[in-house]
């Protein structure tokens, strides 16, 4: 079983939304769980029909915190990529994506970056069950 998770990236010019990290300095954009999961289903309803009909045996969750020992990872994808399924693949447990509310709702100011932030973790976890590895999807803008 593979575990793959997205990060903050550091601050750069071409990505001003993005942040290493942001202290909780009591100005932590408020969003409730529900508006939050509904910003995910949206992301989820983006991708394009031809992919989300090849994804297998998956599950998205929303929890609020990751980890204790990764307070900022924003997502995190658990399980075989396609890629790595064989004849041996059945009767296993689904795959799980985990979207993480508080890290994202800590490093952006907006709603509009907490969008844009969210649809980027879910398109990255969801490469993942594709079997894409975080090189690639840095590559491609989606680290």
Same mark, same amino acid.
């Given at each position: ?7 903050? $990236? ?11 990290? %942001? ?38 969750? %929303? ?41 994202? $709702? ?15 973790? %879910? ?21």
């Amino acid at each position: 079983m593979r575990r793959a998770g997205r990060r903050p $990236l550091a601050p750069s010019p071409g990505r001003p939304t993005a942040r290493a990290s %942001v202290p909780d300095n009591g100005l932590v954009l408020e969003m409730t769980r529900e508006e939050f999961e509904e910003l995910v289903a949206e992301a989820l309803d983006r991708i394009p029909p031809e992919l989300t009909r090849l994804m297998d045996n998956v599950a998205v969750f %929303v929890e609020d915190e990751p980890p204790a020992d990764d307070p900022e990872l924003l997502g995190l994808y658990e399980g075989t990529p396609l890629t790595d399924r064989g004849e041996w693949y059945a009767g296993v447990l689904p795959d799980r994506i985990t979207i993480y509310r508080g890290p994202t $709702l800590r490093m952006c100011g907006t709603r509009e970056e907490v969008v844009a932030e969210t649809e980027v973790t %879910v398109v990255h976890e969801i490469a993942h069950h594709f079997g894409i590895d975080d090189a690639r999807l840095h590559a491609l803008g989606y680290g």
